[in-house]
Structures are given as structure tokens and as C-alpha cells.
């Protein structure tokens, strides 16, 4: 029998976006490099190696994002512990949408989300790295 999906993904980033701020390519491009920003990358290992990255962003796989917030969990992670504004990103701002509702929701503060992600970056000449794929 077929699930019913009764609260689908758009209706997740209409709610998100309703609560977080967007930050336009452009201002995010204003944004780099300040020392009172984290750019956070949310997206796969994968898609680091192939598009490369903003160089500075902290890299947090979206599966590990509450975790590394949360200092009360064993996953914690400093970078998330600081008083900065975090600038979320994905490839194209939905994952980032989503990211960013959960965090402010939990309770870090200030955070918006990067408009159009590390497509909009590259479309603009937004700085960026290659990176090297992890040796096993
Ligand atoms: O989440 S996404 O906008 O990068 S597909």
C-alpha cells in the first residue's frame, strides 16, 4: 500500500523559510572571510570533491547537525559554540532552509541561510577551493 505523505517537502521549506533569514549570494559574498561569520556546508563528502568548497566553511554533513550543536551530546563539536552569525549553505538552499529552522530552533543564534547555495556562489565567482578526496 502507497504511504501518504500528509506534511511534504515543500510544505517543510515554506514552514522554514517562513522563520529563518535568507541571505542573498550577494551579501554572503560581503559576508566572507569576516572573522564573526561561520559559513557552514552542509553538504555530502561527495559533492565537496566534485564542485570543491568555500574555503573557511566548516563542513557538517546535515546528518550530523544537531549532534555537533548540541553540547550536551557526545558528537559536539566547538565550531558550534561560538558568538558568531552561522550562514548555512547546500547546493541549492534547501537543505540549508531546513538545516537552519532546526537550528534556530534549538536554539543558536544568530542564523539565516544562504539563497541559491554553492550553485549561486560559483554562478557569482564566489571564492573557492578544490578539495582533495579522503584516502581510506
Ligand atoms: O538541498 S539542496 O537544495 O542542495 S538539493
Given amino acids: ?17 517562513a522563520k529563518i533569514r535568507t541571505v542573498p549570494v550577494t551579501e554572503a559574498m560581503s559576508l566572507h572571510g569576516r572573522e564573526d561569520v561561520v559559513f557552514v556546508d ?7 570533491e566534485r564542485e570543491g568548497r568555500i574555503p573557511g566553511a566548516v563542513h557538517c554533513p546535515r546528518g550530523m547537525l544537531e549532534f555537533w550543536i548540541d553540547p550536551e551530546s557526545p558528537y559536539h563539536k566547538p565550531a558550534f559554540a561560538q558568538d558568531k552569525t552561522y550562514l548555512f549553505f ?8 531546513l538545516s537552519a529552522a532546526t537550528a ?31 584516502k581510506t
Fill in 90 to 97: 547546500c547546493a541549492a538552499g534547501w537543505r540549508s532552509a
Fill in 42 to 48: 552542509l553538504r555530502d563528502p561527495r559533492e565537496l
Fill in 1 to 17: 500500500m502507497p504511504q501518504t505523505i500528509t506534511r511534504g517537502y515543500k510544505t517543510l521549506l515554506d514552514e522554514a523559510n
Fill in 104 to 134: 534556530q530552533d534549538m536554539g543558536l543564534k544568530p542564523v539565516a541561510h544562504m539563497e541559491g547555495g554553492f550553485t549561486a556562489w560559483k554562478k557569482v565567482g564566489g571564492a573557492i577551493e578544490s578539495t582533495e578526496p579522503k
